[in-house]
């Protein structure tokens, strides 16, 4: 069956760098498109980020765009998101998102935590 499961989370200090990871099982990962998205405590889940099959990325209109970095690597069925000089306002739940064949799939999540 379909999973995604986040991590690479943590606690870090204003300016500091996280690369979170999606791993996924139970599908042909190299086939479809997936996105990241965000979760802030008390706030509504926003969009960060898309990556297509093949690695393309499309810019949004979204408070996140333009400051991380999504890549991903078809070989080892694993979609990444890097943020540099990361801000309190980073902080949040992160998710993975996967539309395959008429279904939503959404990964468990994983905490950021921007603070000094």
């Known amino acids: 069956q379909v999973q995604l499961v986040e991590s690479g989370g943590g606690l870090v200090q204003p300016g500091g760098s996280l690369r979170l990871s999606c791993a996924t099982y139970g599908f042909s990962f190299m086939t479809y498109g997936m996105t990241w998205y965000r979760q802030a405590p008390g706030k509504e889940r926003e969009l960060v980020a898309p990556?297509?099959?093949?690695?393309?990325?499309?810019t949004h209109a979204d408070p996140v765009k333009g400051r991380f970095t999504v890549s991903r690597d078809n070989n080892g069925n694993t979609m990444y998101l890097q943020r540099n000089s990361l801000t309190p306002e980073d902080t949040g739940v992160y998710y993975c998102y996967l539309t395959r064949m008429g279904s939503v799939y959404w990964g468990q999540g994983t905490q950021v935590t921007v603070s000094s």
């Open positions: 990556i297509s099959s093949s690695g393309r990325t499309t």
